[in-house]
């Protein structure tokens, strides 16, 4: 059953049953259709990228309440998948106006 989940794995996922998972891209990261512009992502941020890589990443190697640190936090795509997934972000931006921003986006 999907529900069955390991105390010792590294996520949440039940590999015995991966393909009743529908939204784990298992062909490549690099395949995605379009982009994901739901709740508070957008490109506004020239270094910008599509929430699902963040989001694909984390479901394969996080749980639930795991931290994850993004040092290059920019408009804070990952920390907004982060939070959707209950994972506990923590980000690092230098550029203090694009810290801001991001605040805001999270």
């Given at each position: 059953m999907i529900n069955e989940i390991s105390k010792l794995k590294i996520n949440d996922?039940?590999?015995?049953?991966?393909?009743?998972?529908?939204?784990?891209?298992t062909d490549s990261l690099w395949l995605i259709g379009e982009r994901d512009k739901s709740g508070a992502h957008n490109n506004a941020y020239?270094?910008?990228?599509?929430?699902?890589?963040?989001n694909q990443m984390m479901r394969r190697?996080?749980?639930k309440g795991d931290v994850?640190?993004?040092?290059?936090?920019g408009n804070g795509t990952t920390l907004i998948e982060s939070?959707?997934?209950g994972r506990?972000?923590?980000g690092i931006e230098l550029i203090p106006e694009v810290a801001r921003s991001a605040v805001q986006n999270i």
């Open positions: 996922l039940n590999l015995k049953e991966w393909k009743e998972y529908q939204d784990i891209l020239h270094g910008n990228f599509i929430p699902q890589i963040p190697f996080t749980k994850v640190l993004d040092a290059f936090l939070k959707r997934l506990h972000g923590i």
